[in-house]
Nanobody
Framework: QVQLVESGGGLVQAGGSLRLSCAAS?????????AGWYRQAPGKQRELVAT???????DYADSVKGRFTISRDNAKNTVYLQMNSLKPEDTAVYYC?????????????????WGQGTQVTVSS
């Protein structure tokens, strides 16, 4: 069983910064392939914020380009989201997502896993 644990959310004033972390763990884990951060504001659909490949290539939603940075530490099975110059419209629950390779026995599986979500609130 694989678990993703997120941390780092909170309340911050506009213009401030937060750093989110998402750590994956599990006995049968082999490696993390692609990973990403999503967010969902009240009354809105979940949207993609940023993605990162295993090799470190990144992509961002236009609304966060130049302000957010996604990174990863493969040795720690952890993905980060550094959020700078935060705006009230960034307020949402942020979720991490990872495509994880597991080898519980002799077979190899690749599945999507989600974190529990962490609240980010930006006050004006």
């Amino acid at each position: 069983q694989v678990q993703l644990v997120e941390s780092g959310g909170g309340l911050v004033q506009a213009g401030g910064s937060l750093r989110l972390s998402c750590a994956a763990s599990g006995r049968s884990m082999f490696r993390i392939n692609a990973a990403g951060w999503y967010r969902q504001a009240p009354g809105k659909q979940r949207e993609l914020v940023a993605t990162i490949t295993r090799g470190g290539a990144t992509d961002y939603a236009d609304s966060v380009k130049g302000r957010f940075t996604i990174s990863r530490d493969n040795a720690k099975n952890t993905v980060y989201l550094q959020m700078n110059s935060l705006k009230p419209e960034d307020t949402a629950v942020y979720y991490c997502n990872m495509a994880i390779v597991t080898v519980p026995s002799t077979q190899v599986y690749v599945n999507d896993y989600w974190g529990q979500g962490t609240q980010v609130t930006v006050s004006s």
